[in-house]
Every structure is written in structure tokens, then in C-alpha cells.
């Protein structure tokens, strides 16, 4: 079974500059979940989608990052325009059963470095 | 407001070297409590969910127990293999999808 699926890997862009992220999820799971992570931290919820639905956008900074998930399942970050402090790993993680049993799956993260 | 506190922030073990992690929490509603594992450059990939005060998981070298105000991850025997972060994280009930993560546990097993 293929995992959730990530891209780009990584990216480095200057300040102000604009960057998309991208998930496919585990086929047939319906809760899909972004999450920054910075270095020696733990993961921080962005957003979180039940099918369409973002259902939890309360952590995500709407004034530069927006998110889409057309169709239920793959999704896309954008952060317009990046500044220095994005620079992080953005995971992307998907559940099936609502995630009610704390059974997230990850992706291997993109790297964001923002000059 | 909720907190997730892990110590120690790294550890160094020898093979063979068992010992523990830490989780306490501080949260109004305990849901479940989760322990993750995440190599460098990887994903946290999930290992254990815990969901009431006396609860015990166990996979391989691994066993996770749960009280009222933390968590402990033993590790028995570790191997070089068993080297990585391992994350803990809780939710509310209301929120049971919504993981809060503390900041890790860094293991290093040498031979």
C-alpha cells in the first residue's frame, strides 16, 4: 500500500517569494491533516480536512497560507509571500475513521528554507 | 492551556542499556495519549495509543504505560535500530483528531 506522498522534498525560495506544497494521501482515507514542524520541535496542526471540509483552520495564518482540497483528496499548501521565519518542515498526514485513534499516517515532509 | 512535556530532550544509551522516556501532560479532557517515533527526514510514524490511567501497549523492545499525569516509554535491550525521536502527543475528547505533540525524546543507541 502506498504511503502519503509528498512533494517537493525540498525548496528554497527568497523572502516574499510565493511556494506550494503538495499531499496525496492513503487511498480511502478521508482526514487529512498539515502540520509545521521546526527543528527539535514537535508537529503543530495547520489545518485539518474531513473530505472538502477543513473542519480545524484555527493555527493556520490566513494572511499568507491557504489550503485546498478539491475533490477530497489530494491537497496543496501555499504560503504567499514566505518570510524568513516559514522556513520549517511541512507534514502532510492522512487517518482513516477520523483519526479518532490517534493512527496518523505521515509523509516525509517537505523542507522549506526561506533566504 | 494544555501542555505535553517530555524528558529528557536526548538520551544516550549502550546497547543492551534499558531504560524510560517521559510524557506528562497537563490537559482538561484526556481523549488518548499517542507515542510516535520519527527518523531524521522522515515522517513521525505511529507506534502506540493509550487511552485510560493503567493501560499498557507493547510491540518488540517497546512498552508504553499510561497514569493520570504521564507516560512513560520503556525501552528494553535497545538496539542501534531502535535510534530515533520518539513523540508524544495527547487529545481532548471533543477533539479526538487533534494531536497536540510535545517536543521529543532524541535516542541514540551505540554499540
Known amino acids: 500500500e502506498a504511503g502519503v506522498v509528498q512533494s517537493p522534498r525540498y525548496k528554497i525560495i527568497e523572502k516574499k517569494q510565493p511556494v506550494a506544497f503538495w499531499c496525496n494521501p492513503i487511498s480511502g482515507h478521508n482526514t487529512l491533516y498539515w502540520y509545521l514542524q521546526n527543528l527539535g520541535q514537535g508537529p503543530e496542526l495547520l489545518i485539518r480536512y474531513e473530505n472538502e471540509e477543513a473542519v480545524d483552520d484555527s493555527q493556520l495564518p490566513k494572511d499568507r497560507f491557504s489550503a485546498e482540497r478539491l475533490k477530497g483528496v489530494d491537497s496543496t499548501l501555499k504560503i504567499q509571500p514566505a518570510e524568513l521565519g516559514d522556513s520549517a518542515v511541512y507534514l502532510c498526514?492522512?487517518?482513516?475513521?477520523?483519526?479518532?485513534?490517534?493512527?496518523?499516517?505521515f509523509g516525509e515532509g517537505s523542507r522549506l528554507t526561506v533566504l | 492551556e494544555d501542555q505535553v512535556t517530555q524528558s529528557p530532550e536526548a538520551l544516550r544509551l549502550q546497547e543492551g542499556e534499558s531504560s524510560s522516556l517521559n510524557c506528562s501532560y497537563t490537559v482538561s479532557g484526556l481523549r488518548g495519549l499517542f507515542w510516535y517515533r520519527q527518523d531524521p527526514g522522515k515522517g513521525p510514524e505511529f507506534l502506540f495509543t493509550l487511552y485510560s490511567a493503567g493501560e499498557e501497549k507493547e510491540k518488540e523492545r517497546l512498552k508504553a504505560t499510561l497514569t493520570k499525569k504521564e507516560s512513560f516509554l520503556h525501552i528494553t535491550a535497545p538496539k542501534p535500530e531502535d535510534s530515533a525521536t520518539y513523540l508524544c502527543?495527547?487529545?481532548?475528547?471533543?477533539?479526538?483528531?487533534?494531536?497536540?505533540f510535545g517536543t521529543g525524546t532524541r535516542l541514540q543507541v551505540t554499540l
Open positions: 498526514a492522512s487517518s482513516n475513521r477520523r483519526g479518532q485513534t490517534g493512527e496518523l499516517f
Open positions: 502527543a495527547v487529545s481532548k475528547t471533543g477533539t479526538a483528531s487533534k494531536l497536540t
